[in-house]
């Protein structure tokens, strides 16, 4: 039976950090925001800083077959929503950026499904790794 490769670092490495660079963002990678709800360190993939100086937190998941990335995606949700909400002053907003074909809820989460469950889903944007590439590239974040 081979491993699956469910990790994000390639996928960051050869298309978020290049699209970002390109857009004119400096980054920190495995940036620590604080803790997560109930405990425990919270590493964003990516800390976006623009050349205006808004910090915007990045994290993603790669979904190729399908597993549990999609279960882990309302508590990085609420995660990021915390971090947000801890220092207002630092970041601005977030993304949650899905990548990858082995998602059966990806239209779910992208059209606001989480919307009715969770309160202040509006401060992350949920959106797919080929709208985060478009909006990054342009500086557009």
């Keep these: ?13 050869q298309m978020v950090v290049p699209a970002l660079n390109r857009g004119g963002y400096s980054l920190k990678k495995q940036a620590d925001v604080g ?3 109930g405990g425990g360190k919270h590493l964003v993939d990516v800390v976006a800083t623009s050349q205006s100086g808004k910090s915007i937190l ?12 999609e279960q882990k ?6 995660c990021l929503i915390k971090a947000l909400k ?8 977030a ?4 990548g990858g074909d082995g ?11 989480l919307e009715e469950y969770l309160k202040d889903t ?18 557009k974040l």
């Design 58 to 69: 990045i994290s993603v998941k790669w979904q190729q077959v399908g597993g549990t990335a």
């Design 95 to 98: 993304y949650l950026v899905l």
């Design 1 to 13: 039976m081979s491993s699956r490769d469910t990790g994000t670092g390639n996928v960051l490495e």
């Design 86 to 93: 801890n220092n207002k002053s630092k970041y601005e907003k």
């Design 122 to 139: 509006d401060l992350v944007k949920i959106i797919t790794l080929e709208s985060f590439i478009a909006l990054a590239n342009k500086g």
């Design 73 to 78: 995606v309302p508590f990085e949700v609420t």
């Design 103 to 113: 998602w059966k809820l990806r239209d779910y989460y992208i059209e606001g499904g």
């Design 35 to 37: 803790t997560r709800p």
